[in-house]
């Protein structure tokens, strides 16, 4: 195989050592950030399991599903790099072993191998490096970041590794570096930093062929002098490589200290480029957080509680709409699958959020959260299945629809208020068959949303397979409730309000999926902004 890479372009590979859940998404992000304000940044993500996906599993066992707006279901470290780097991923940059041998099987039974036996080493590692640069030229990429998953030594990420290793001899040598982000653990005994683990995992990189250019150190202090020589000593580094990872109440801190610590001093050495920094906005927003002014609790009521990796983005967009309204948010996790006493559970909340979900659990728990949230004036934004419970709970308390649901949980329900969606019926593969990715909608002029969006036309990201029944539609806006956004053909309800009230708001799509530190999400914001009168009360 001939492998053509475009000559300026330049490469950076991070691999994880000691524990997962340092946080290389966020490191690569960070690095990926620093650059963007000159070059073209495209980060990839490489995922060991062979789920061509992450979108058919459950996000206890691997975070939120993100999505993009081409549709792609994909690992949520993506959505660190939307937005740190404020741009649109596409799904192919996001590799997993499910694609990886679903696309060899597919060429070994076309024939591409004919006469060979097909091997890890070199079809598979070959197929791993076409597809980062087919990427790479595809996007005309100046700088692509590669973020392979797991930690170095995981069985299931040794191809990449390889691919990774293999990658210097064919972009050039001047033209990549090698990141390891690790862990210093200070134990409680000793009460100093240790490098052994460090040592331990760098051993397994160069074992594989690797040495790092860059090393990360996640710590719960600044790396001292002391450490930083040791490891620089142990790991064949330069002193000024080893930089602090440090542990953070707010992510968006983190490319301000890799700064500090001088990443663009060394990637721009070790890569040849010239980096030009662009940070006041985003320095005046991460003081803001430091130094809010005022404080609101919000609640986020759902069945996935137990990780809260699963609703990573919608904690994000809290913090974006908290930096520019000068508050602070506390979020509060509520199971709704084992609620007690709810109203007493939400006296002290000033808003709440009904995130996306799937299935019977926790449902009627939302229910009595949405119907506390209409009686009591609490500002309520409900997200997809919380548009969708929201229409429940008014079809059955105000519209006066006994036992209306969706048929999502039952089938047999008299008023089925929210119904499949009518391409979805004949759909029988589960994997990637949703409807998803961004659709546009059409606001209506005098609403609370239209005024949050300040624009007609909007578009979000989508993920679900049912809807409010169009049957419905009359009923529903007969006794209050006001569809603030339509699909553009009108069939589909995107936005609800209620105008008697002041935020009870849903949304079809997932406008946290859009938010950024430097632009929140519309109705992040309008959750946040209503929860301060509310706390004022
Ligand atoms: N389960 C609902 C549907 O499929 C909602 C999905 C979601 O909240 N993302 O339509």
Same mark, same amino acid.
């Given at each position: 195989?001939?492998?053509?890479?475009?000559?300026?372009?330049?490469?950076?590979?991070?691999?994880?050592?000691?524990?997962?859940?340092?946080? /290389?998404? +966020?490191?690569?992000?960070?690095?990926? =950030?620093?650059?963007?304000?000159? *070059?073209?940044? $495209? %980060?990839?993500?490489?995922?060991?399991?062979?789920?061509?996906?992450?979108?058919?599993?459950?996000?206890?066992?691997?975070?939120?599903?993100?999505?993009?707006?081409?549709?792609?279901?994909?690992?949520?470290?993506?959505?660190?790099?939307?937005?740190?780097?404020?741009?649109?991923?596409?799904?192919?940059?996001?590799?997993?072993?499910?694609?990886?041998?679903?696309?060899?099987?597919?060429?070994?039974?076309?024939?591409?191998?004919?006469?060979?036996?097909?091997?890890?080493?070199?079809?598979?590692?070959?197929?791993?490096?076409?597809?980062?640069?087919?990427?790479?030229?595809?996007?005309?990429?100046?700088?692509?970041?590669?973020?392979?998953?797991?930690?170095?030594?995981?069985?299931?990420?040794?191809?990449?590794?390889?691919?990774?290793?293999?990658? /210097?001899? +064919?972009?050039?040598?001047?033209?990549? =570096?090698?990141?390891?982000?690790? *862990?210093?653990? $200070? %134990?409680?005994?000793?009460?100093?930093?240790?490098?052994?683990?460090?040592?331990?995992?760098?051993?397994?990189?160069?074992?594989?062929?690797?040495?790092?250019?860059?090393?990360?150190?996640?710590?719960?202090?600044?790396?001292?002098?002391?450490?930083?020589?040791?490891?620089?000593?142990?790991?064949?580094?330069?002193?000024?490589?080893?930089?602090?990872?440090?542990?953070?109440?707010?992510?968006?801190?983190?490319?301000?200290?890799?700064?500090?610590?001088?990443?663009?001093?060394?990637?721009?050495?070790?890569?040849?480029?010239?980096?030009?920094?662009?940070?006041?906005?985003?320095?005046?927003?991460?003081?803001?957080?430091?130094?809010?002014?005022?404080?609101?609790?919000?609640?986020?009521?759902?069945?996935?509680?137990?990780?809260?990796?699963?609703?990573?983005? +919608?904690?994000?967009?809290?913090?974006?709409?908290?930096?520019?309204?000068?508050?602070?948010?506390?979020?509060?996790?509520?199971?709704?699958?084992?609620?007690?006493?709810?109203?007493?559970?939400?006296?002290?909340?000033?808003?709440?959020?009904?995130?996306?979900?799937?299935?019977?659990?926790?449902?009627?728990?939302?229910?009595?959260?949405?119907?506390?949230?209409?009686?009591?004036?609490?500002?309520?934004?409900?997200?997809?299945?919380?548009?969708?419970?929201?229409?429940?709970?008014?079809?059955?308390?105000?519209?006066?629809?006994?036992?209306?649901?969706?048929?999502?949980?039952?089938?047999?329900?008299?008023?089925?208020?929210?119904?499949?969606?009518?391409?979805?019926?004949?759909?029988?593969?589960?994997?990637?068959?949703?409807?998803?990715?961004?659709?546009?909608?059409?606001?209506?002029?005098?609403?609370?949303?239209?005024?949050?969006?300040?624009?007609?036309?909007?578009?979000?990201?989508?993920?679900?397979?049912?809807?409010?029944?169009?049957?419905?539609?009359?009923?529903?806006?007969?006794?209050?409730?006001?569809?603030?956004?339509?699909?553009?053909?009108?069939?589909?309800?995107?936005?609800?309000?209620?105008?008697?009230?002041?935020?009870?708001?849903?949304?079809?799509?997932?406008?946290?999926?859009?938010?950024?530190?430097?632009?929140?999400?519309?109705?992040?914001?309008?959750?946040?902004?209503?929860?301060?009168?509310?706390?004022?009360?």
């Amino acid at each position: 195989m001939i492998f053509f890479s475009m000559p300026k372009m330049k490469w950076i590979v991070l691999t994880g050592g000691v524990l997962s859940g340092l946080g /290389k998404g +966020i490191a690569s992000a960070s690095i990926g =950030m620093l650059l963007s304000s000159k *070059y073209k940044i $495209i %980060p990839i993500k490489c995922d060991g399991y062979l789920n061509v996906d992450p979108g058919t599993m459950n996000p206890i066992e691997h975070g939120e599903v993100y999505v993009l707006e081409d549709g792609g279901e994909v690992d949520m470290d993506f959505g660190h790099y939307e937005r740190f780097l404020g741009i649109n991923c596409k799904s192919e940059w996001n590799l997993t072993m499910g694609k990886v041998f679903d696309t060899i099987r597919k060429k070994e039974r076309r024939g591409d191998y004919l006469g060979k036996t097909v091997q890890y080493i070199p079809h598979v590692t070959n197929l791993i490096i076409e597809w980062w640069l087919s990427v790479a030229r595809k996007e005309k990429a100046e700088v692509v970041l590669i973020e392979i998953g797991g930690t170095i030594g995981d069985i299931e990420n040794e191809l990449y590794v390889e691919a990774a290793r293999q990658l /210097k001899k +064919i972009v050039g040598e001047q033209n990549i =570096m090698y990141a390891h982000l690790t *862990y210093i653990p $200070i %134990p409680a005994c000793v009460n100093e930093q240790k490098s052994k683990p460090t040592q331990q995992s760098i051993n397994i990189l160069r074992e594989r062929g690797i040495t790092p250019d860059l090393i990360i150190g996640r710590s719960a202090e600044m790396l001292t002098d002391e450490i930083k020589n040791k490891i620089a000593t142990f790991c064949d580094v330069k002193k000024e490589a080893v930089i602090s990872g440090l542990d953070v109440d707010n992510i968006y801190k983190i490319p301000l200290i890799f700064e500090q610590e001088g990443v663009s001093k060394i990637v721009s050495k070790e890569l040849n480029i010239k980096v030009k920094l662009k940070l006041k906005k985003w320095k005046g927003l991460v003081k803001n957080l430091d130094s809010p002014e005022k404080k609101v609790r919000i609640a986020i009521c759902g069945k996935y509680t137990r990780l809260e990796d699963s609703y990573a983005s +919608i904690v994000e967009a809290l913090k974006h709409a908290s930096a520019h309204l000068k508050c602070k948010v506390e979020i509060n996790f509520v199971e709704t699958s084992k609620l007690g006493d709810i109203r007493k559970e939400l006296e002290k909340i000033d808003g709440v959020i009904i995130p996306g979900g799937f299935g019977e659990r926790g449902v009627e728990g939302k229910i009595e959260v949405i119907k506390c949230c209409r009686e009591t004036r609490k500002p309520l934004l409900g997200i997809c299945y919380g548009l969708q419970l929201s229409v429940v709970e008014f079809a059955r308390n105000v519209c006066g629809l006994k036992n209306a649901n969706t048929t999502e949980i039952n089938e047999k329900t008299p008023y089925t208020v929210i119904d499949i969606l009518p391409e979805q019926k004949n759909v029988l593969e589960k994997g990637g068959t949703m409807r998803l990715g961004a659709y546009p909608a059409v606001l209506q002029k005098d609403t609370k949303i239209f005024d949050l969006y300040k624009n007609a036309n909007v578009s979000e990201r989508h993920r679900h397979r049912y809807e409010v029944n169009p049957e419905y539609h009359e009923i529903l806006q007969r006794n209050g409730m006001v569809f603030s956004g339509m699909s553009p053909d009108r069939k589909l309800v995107e936005f609800i309000e209620l105008k008697n009230h002041p935020y009870f708001v849903g949304c079809q799509g997932h406008p946290e999926l859009k938010s950024t530190l430097l632009k929140p999400a519309p109705l992040f914001y309008g959750l946040v902004s209503a929860a301060m009168i509310k706390n004022q009360q």
